[in-house]
């Protein structure tokens, strides 16, 4: 049985949902969109049976934290300074970091800005931001007008996605968890020419119970989403461009904090959104690499779809981390 603990806290201006599990070593674990802490259930308890403290919050806009209106609210310094607070309320200088999508983002955005806060970083799937040379809006709208893309769907009206996704949540959940997965095919969404509606063009998925979710997990997420709304997780989208400058404006965009890599093979976010041979280039955009590790079976949702092995290299990345920590 789970040992989860839920929390509710005023950290940065908002009411933030998160779940701990164990004791020691912080581990802070960060999702994406369409998705909430329990995207991390295989690998909290996990974790804290090795002896960490594990967190696993709902970032801003999604699940039980507060979601913002405004764009600016979604910027790279406000969800930067979020976390930061999560440690400070927790009463931790530092943790490791891992996270999915735009969870991953983020942690390299702590890494990049607050160092003193990282012990390191365990990338999943994104090895770094996506490969954008000029405002991501203009890229993916050109995308757009040759096909359906999901990027420029959000940024042409993003009421009328809003709108579609929440009354639809069941369906469009089932649909993107399974085209995501290593059992999809996302190229198939590519296919549908544009002004195609996200749900028309997302494939339909056999029926669950599937091999890595059953309907009491995917039941979850829809009761998550029908509350919240998927408002907050299209705003992330809609804050592309916006975050795109601002990490432009920095200095540096490399971390310098312990860095270590796990992906799939068949990985739909790793082949298409970061340029050529992703992997061979992480050290441009991480200046520490101490692994980097690829393992079969599973799609861009991996901590979901392979747990086991998803489990052990995080274990034996976090061991090494610790390893090396002790010798310094």
Same mark, same amino acid.
């Given at each position: 049985m789970a040992n989860w603990t839920?929390?509710?806290?005023? =950290?940065?201006?908002?009411?933030?949902?998160?779940?701990?599990?164990?004791?020691?070593?912080?581990?802070?674990?960060?999702?994406?969109?369409?998705?909430?802490?329990?995207?991390?259930?295989?690998?909290?308890?996990?974790?804290?049976?090795?002896?960490?403290?594990?967190?696993?919050?709902?970032?801003?806009g999604m699940g039980q934290t507060d979601v913002p209106d405004r764009l600016e609210d979604y910027r790279v310094d406000n969800v930067v300074a979020d976390i930061c607070g999560l440690l400070d309320h927790l009463g931790h200088?530092?943790?490791?970091?891992?996270?999915?999508?735009?969870?991953?983002? =983020?942690?390299?955005?702590?890494?990049i800005e607050r160092p003193e806060r990282v012990r390191g970083v =365990?990338?999943?799937?994104?090895?770094?931001?996506?490969?954008?040379?000029?405002?991501?809006?203009? =890229?993916?709208r050109e995308r757009g007008r040759e096909h359906f893309n999901h990027m420029s769907y959000y940024l042409d009206d993003p009421d009328g996605a809003r709108a579609d996704l929440d009354g639809h949540p069941r369906e469009i959940l089932t649909k993107i968890f399974h085209v995501l997965s290593g059992d999809g095919d996302f190229m198939q969404v590519w296919q549908h020419p544009p002004g195609t509606t996200y749900r028309q063009a997302l494939p339909q998925p056999p029926a669950l119970?599937?091999?890595?979710?059953?309907?009491?997990?995917?039941?979850?997420?829809?009761?998550?989403?029908?509350?919240?709304?998927?408002?907050?997780?299209?705003?992330?989208?809609l804050a592309a461009d916006m975050n795109w400058t601002y990490r432009k404006s920095r200095a540096d965009n490399v971390t310098r904090t312990p860095f270590?890599?796990?992906?799939?093979?068949?990985?739909?976010?790793?082949?298409?959104?970061?340029?050529?041979?992703?992997i061979d280039k992480l050290k441009e955009h991480h200046a520490d690499v101490r692994a980097v590790r690829t393992?079969?079976?599973?799609?861009?949702?991996?901590?979901?779809?392979?747990?086991?092995?998803?489990?052990?290299?995080?274990?034996?990345?976090?061991?090494?981390?610790?390893?090396?920590?002790?010798t310094n």
């Open positions: 839920h929390h509710r806290a005023r =950290i940065n201006g908002l009411d933030m949902h998160y779940v701990t599990e164990g004791e020691g070593p912080l581990v802070v674990l960060l999702h994406g969109f369409p998705h909430t802490w329990f995207s991390w259930r295989h690998q909290i308890g996990a974790l804290a049976a090795a002896g960490y403290q594990v967190v696993a919050p709902d970032l801003r200088d530092s943790a490791v970091f891992s996270g999915l999508d735009y969870g991953q983002f =983020i942690a390299y955005d702590i890494a =365990i990338g999943l799937q994104n090895p770094f931001y996506a490969a954008y040379d000029r405002l991501p809006s203009e =890229i993916e119970p599937w091999s890595w979710l059953s309907e009491w997990e995917l039941e979850t997420y829809v009761s998550e989403y029908s509350r919240c709304g998927f408002g907050g997780g299209i705003n992330w989208y270590y890599f796990l992906c799939s093979a068949s990985d739909v976010d790793l082949m298409n959104w970061h340029g050529d041979d992703p393992v079969s079976g599973g799609g861009h949702l991996l901590a979901m779809e392979n747990p086991t092995e998803v489990n052990k290299v995080l274990l034996e990345f976090l061991a090494h981390l610790d390893g090396a920590s002790s």
